[in-house]
């Protein structure tokens, strides 16, 4: 069975983009989100604009789990998610937690709160996912016994060949600095929320955020509570951070 490293987040992050290099490498099979079919599809709980369901795409927690897992068969698998599509079923699934490689990625909610709205106007605090994000990372780590990898999507933005170098250093991958660019343009992997990465699709690279964002907290103050709601759960996570060798300001 080959390896499978998973990236854990939440949206907004910048995990688009370092998922957009992993496909890049052409040495992993990437999945996009898989387990958002259990939370938005299947169980449907909640609302969520953009979504362009496939047909054919497996729908529940064990069958979404089986199609990652059974690609682990032919090579390498990298897959990116937010622990919300899943956390209940994660959490009582301790034989594939102990399975993965777990990676997370976090971005200060000051930014990323407000990037979310500007994409998805109705966001709620649930499916903001820094709490449930916390929780895993908590649980993943008392399971393993071992501290995840945990980078910053500052650093990524400031120096994204030192954060990305750093980072398949720490989980034991070979970095390729030419997956560090692309050609822009959608991917397949992204069909069924290609409305949620217009940035990362006109891209040529990881950069920093555009920060275009339509409302402000001024506007929209119930987003600021968001912020405080989430700032305990990424101050937790960040304080594990990988820093590259070429210090960025968060």
Aim: glycine residues 6%; charged residues 25%; proline residues 8%.
């Amino acid at each position: 069975m080959h390896p499978s490293i998973a990236l854990w987040s939440h949206p907004r992050s910048l995990s688009t983009a370092v998922e957009r290099s992993f496909i890049e490498r052409g040495d992993f099979t990437v999945f996009h989100e898989e387990f958002a079919y259990v939370f938005f599809m299947h169980e449907e709980r909640a609302a969520i604009p953009h979504k362009n369901p496939q047909d054919g795409h497996p729908l529940t927690y064990p069958d979404v789990r089986r199609m990652m897992e059974d690609a682990r068969a032919e090579r390498p698998v990298f897959h990116k998610d937010f622990p919300y599509h899943c956390l209940d079923h994660l959490l009582a699934d301790p034989e594939y937690l102990r399975g993965q490689t777990h990676t997370f990625l976090v971005r200060d909610p000051e930014e990323a709160v407000l990037s979310h709205a500007t994409v998805h106007p109705g966001v709620t605090r649930e499916v903001l996912g820094y709490e449930p994000l916390a929780r895993l990372f908590d649980a993943v780590r008392e399971l393993t016994g071992e501290t995840p990898v945990v980078i910053n999507a500052a650093d990524l933005a400031a120096d994204a060949e030192g954060t990305l170098s750093a980072y398949c250093a720490a989980i034991g991958v070979p970095f390729r600095p030419e997956a560090l660019r692309w050609s822009s343009g959608e991917r397949g992997e992204w069909a069924t929320w290609s409305g949620w990465h217009t940035d990362v699709a006109a891209s040529t690279g990881i950069g920093a955020p555009a920060r275009k964002y339509r409302v402000s907290y001024d506007e929209a103050p119930h987003l600021r509570e968001f912020v405080q709601y989430c700032k305990p759960f990424y101050d937790h996570i960040d304080q594990y951070r990988l820093r590259p060798e070429k210090e960025a300001v968060a």
